[in-house]
């Protein structure tokens, strides 16, 4: 039995006492999880589609084992993780739900697909019937995966911030992003010769500037809301206390050091530069899932002007 | 049928009593509040007023913590449009505190008790320990008390009468007049929720 006293209830207190409370359920303690299993499935979707595109064993599996990892981060969210099996009850309302059956279908689909890839005289040929179906599968999974992060925080009506409609292909293109760097992570482990990279980091830079153009309608989406709060989240990132997350690990290692390494200004491209981008491409993902959700504040609920004059009423009584 | 509430805020004198008394009927643990009395402060001296606002679940008619609710366990009662949780089916996954623009779902995230090193009260064993952990928890209009005639224990308690509860479907009942004679409206009606808890202007 845990008293008063603990550091969270102090925490709790503290925040209620604040108009502007930062939101800790997903985030801090457990929550961390959600934003770790958020960032694994999408590169896992990400890299799944570029290994299908590519015929790439390594980005398969990469996105396999990674789609596996996010599940657990997911679980270890759960205060009850023992009953994660009735989270596949309202697909009809909820994009939780809905992620859950998403990424159901896409470990059953790459379960099907992948030992006809690596088993070939064991299993199904991956021109099966079984193999096709088992693509099929894993492709609607992947689809739902990169798209539900975006929708669930878009339905959390309580955080201005997130509240944006661009969530969702903001959440799809840094999937994308991340599997484009999955993608050079395994030719660099390959040892595959630069110029079969070129192509992806052409993508690369496409879905990279898509994010940022992305990221900056948020921005000023946020900025001209009319919501304190949303205001408050966009300060917090770029000059608050998820500053240092956002100019080191967005800009710096997610932006700069890919760019800069793909210009080929300090080295000419080779498979160990590929990696170097890959990784810090996913690092800078990473940093802006984090700072993004850790950025969420609640909207404050008091009484707005001229509420006490006015009657609001929507129906009739 | 419509159970809903409606607070006089030129009654409300902030004395907290609708706090006390829920968490005596309810047994809610340390960190999670049915009932509360927000406090706000405006203006500046020599105009400076302070300003109670007593907050509830608002039993919403279009209420978004359900909708985002995998598993079923934040529900409406058909009948009477309560927004309740069955805690045997939480998953405690937190989107409902998160989608909720009122801020009332608390989660229930480990044994607590109010006095420390001392332990659990026999009151906090027989009353706080029932509720689940890891669950989110909220206020639901003490259903048990209205289904048996009684009104919510917040509703009962307020000294200066300030809470009103009833059928907002009955156009004649005291809350349906009280918000058509009196002006009453709802917070934040901009997030699109129908609230059924409605204010009379300070
Ligand atoms: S006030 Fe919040 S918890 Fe209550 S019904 Fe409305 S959205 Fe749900
Ligand atoms: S925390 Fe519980 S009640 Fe809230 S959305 Fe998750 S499962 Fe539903």
Redesign the interface.
């Known amino acids: 039995?845990?008293?008063?006293?603990?550091g969270?209830?102090e925490q709790?207190?503290k925040d209620?006492q604040t108009e502007y409370?930062p939101?800790r359920?997903?985030s801090e303690?457990r929550?961390f999880y959600l934003i770790v299993g958020h960032f694994l499935v999408g590169v896992a979707a990400g890299a799944w589609l570029f290994g299908l595109f590519f015929q790439d064993l390594i980005s398969l599996l990469a996105g396999f084992v990674l789609a596996g990892l996010g599940g657990l981060a997911h679980l270890a969210?759960?205060?009850?993780?023992e009953?994660?099996i009735?989270?596949?009850?309202?697909t009809a309302?909820?994009?939780?739900?809905r992620g859950?059956w998403g990424l159901t279908l896409f470990l059953v689909g790459s379960v099907i697909y992948l030992p006809s890839l690596m088993f070939t005289d064991t299993f199904w040929q991956s021109d099966s019937v079984i193999a096709s179906a088992g693509v099929a599968i894993s492709i609607a999974g992947s689809i739902i995966m990169m798209a539900y992060m975006g929708f669930?925080y878009t339905?959390?009506?309580?955080?201005p911030f997130w509240n944006s409609t661009l969530h969702p292909v903001l959440y799809i293109s840094y999937a994308l992003r991340g599997g484009a760097a999955a993608y050079l992570l395994s030719l660099a482990f390959q040892g595959e010769a630069v110029a079969g990279g070129s192509d992806i980091l052409v993508f690369w830079i496409a879905v990279t500037a898509t994010v940022i153009v992305l990221w900056l309608f948020e921005i000023q989406g946020a900025l001209t809301s009319g919501e304190e709060a949303a205001v408050r989240s966009v300060h917090d990132i770029l000059a608050g206390r998820l500053a240092l997350y956002f100019y080191v690990g967005i800009l710096l290692i997610g932006l700069f050091v890919p760019v800069f390494l793909m210009a080929g200004i300090i080295a000419p491209l080779s498979p160990t530069l590929f990696a170097i981008i890959g990784l810090s491409s996913v690092a800078g993902d990473f940093f802006m899932k984090f700072s993004s959700i850790k950025a969420?504040i609640?909207?404050p609920?008091?009484?707005?002007s001229g509420?006490?004059?006015?009657?609001?009423?929507?129906?009739k009584? | 049928m419509r159970w809903g509430m409606v607070i006089d805020l030129k009654r409300c004198i902030g004395c907290y009593g609708c706090q006390l008394s829920c968490k005596a009927e309810n047994g809610t643990p340390p960190g999670v509040f049915f009932a509360r009395v927000h406090k706000q402060e405006e203006g500046q001296y020599p105009t400076a007023q302070t300003t109670f606002l007593p907050v509830l679940c608002n039993h919403c008619d279009d209420p978004p913590c359900v909708d985002v609710c995998p598993t079923g366990a934040s529900f409406v009662w058909e009948d009477d449009g309560i927004v309740d949780i069955d805690a045997d089916k939480c998953v405690g996954c937190r989107s409902c505190m998160l989608a909720c623009p009122y801020s009332q779902r608390f989660l229930n995230d480990e044994p607590r008790n109010y006095y420390g090193e001392q332990g659990a009260t026999p009151y906090e064993e027989a009353r706080v320990q029932r509720h689940q952990t890891g669950v989110v928890m909220k206020c639901n209009f003490c259903r048990d008390r209205v289904r048996n005639g009684q009104d919510p224990a917040c509703v009962e308690n307020c000294p200066t009468i300030a809470r009103y509860f009833g059928d907002l479907d009955d156009p004649k009942s005291e809350v349906s007049r009280l918000i058509r004679e009196r002006s009453g409206f709802p917070l934040h009606p901009e997030k699109g929720t129908n609230p059924n808890v409605y204010y009379l202007p300070a």
């Open positions: 039995m845990t008293s008063t006293s603990s969270r209830y709790l207190l209620y409370r939101q359920e997903w303690g929550g969210n759960l205060a009850r993780p009953r994660f009735l989270m596949m009850l309202r309302t909820s994009w939780v739900s859950f669930v339905a959390s009506k309580a955080i969420g609640f909207m609920v008091r009484l707005q509420n006490t004059r006015r009657a609001t009423r929507r129906r009584i």
